[in-house]
C-alpha cells in the first residue's frame, strides 16, 4: 500500500474542481485584518481565496512532497512550512487558523486533537478565530460491506485518463478509527497500487466538549457549506470558534 499523501498529482487532479468550501472559507475570513494560518494546507488548494482578500497566509503541512507543490504553485506569494498540526511554534499569532475539509480527523487520538487545540490557542490573537470542518460520522458509510469497493469521488482526468476513486474502508468502534483504501479506476479498469489512510471519527457531542474543555467558545456551528445551523439532517459539522 502507498501513502496517498506521497502523490501531490493525484490528490490535485481529484480535487481539481472542488469549490464548494472555498465560498465558505472567503466568507469568514472577509472580516480578518490580520495574518491567516491554515493547518494541513496540502497543496494549497485553500491558499487562493486568502491571498483574494489581501491577506498575509501561512500554511504548516507534514507531506514534504505536498508542501513542495504548494510552495511550487504559490512562490512567494505565499509562506509553506514543513510542520505537524499537533505539535507547532511559529512565534506568532493569527487573526484566523482554519482546517480545511476533515483534516482535523488525522488528529487520531483524543490526545492528538488535545495537542492540536492547544497550539492553535496559543497561537490566535486575542479575538481571532478558529475554523474547523469535519464529516458528522455516518454509519451507512462505516459499516459498509467490508471489502467492498465503492465510488469515493466523481470522475476526473488523471494522466491523460478518466478516472475515479474506488475505496474500501474498516472501521474500528472501539478506537473510532476508519482505514480506508483507495484505488483508481481509470478508464473503466481498476490499478493494482492501493493508497491508504485513517481518520478518527469525532461526533458532535466530541467536538463539542474537545472545544470547550480546551479553551474554546463555539461562536457558530454549520451544518453544511451554504452556512445552514447543523441539525438531525447534517452530513457536516463546522465550527467558528474564539479563545475563551
Not at 492547544?118 to 475554523?131: A, D, E, R, S, V
Amino acid at each position: 500500500m502507498v501513502d496517498i499523501y506521497t502523490n501531490p498529482d493525484l490528490y490535485d487532479s481529484i480535487h481539481h474542481d472542488y469549490e464548494w468550501d472555498k465560498t465558505l472559507i472567503k466568507a469568514i475570513a472577509k472580516d480578518i485584518n490580520g495574518p491567516v494560518l491554515e493547518l494541513a494546507s496540502g497543496t494549497g488548494r485553500l491558499t487562493q481565496p486568502i491571498l483574494e482578500l489581501g491577506l498575509q497566509y501561512k500554511g504548516l503541512e507534514l507531506s514534504q512532497p505536498f508542501l513542495d507543490r504548494a510552495k511550487m504553485k504559490f512562490g512567494d506569494t505565499a509562506d509553506f512550512i514543513l510542520g505537524d498540526m499537533r505539535d507547532f511554534d511559529l512565534q506568532m499569532e493569527f487573526d484566523l487558523i482554519f482546517i480545511g475539509f476533515n483534516s482535523f480527523l488525522h488528529n487520531l487520538k483524543i490526545e492528538d486533537a488535545i495537542n492540536c487545540l492547544t497550539c492553535i490557542k496559543k497561537h490566535l490573537t486575542k479575538n481571532g478565530k478558529f475554523l474547523v470542518s469535519i464529516f458528522i460520522p455516518d454509519p451507512i458509510f462505516l459499516y459498509r460491506e467490508k471489502g467492498k469497493l465503492f465510488p469515493a469521488t466523481d470522475f476526473f482526468q488523471y494522466q491523460e485518463s478518466t478516472c475515479r476513486i474506488m475505496e474500501k474502508n474498516k472501521y474500528d468502534s472501539i478506537s473510532q478509527i476508519n482505514q480506508l483504501t483507495w484505488v483508481i479506476e481509470r478508464d473503466g479498469e481498476l490499478d493494482q497500487t492501493e493508497y491508504n489512510y485513517r481518520m478518527r471519527m469525532y461526533y458532535p457531542h466530541e467536538m463539542d466538549i474537545l472545544l470547550s474543555e480546551n479553551g474554546f467558545t463555539i461562536m457558530k456551528k454549520f451544518g453544511n457549506y451554504q452556512r445552514d445551523p447543523m441539525d438531525s439532517d447534517s452530513n457536516m459539522q463546522i465550527y467558528v470558534s474564539e479563545r475563551t
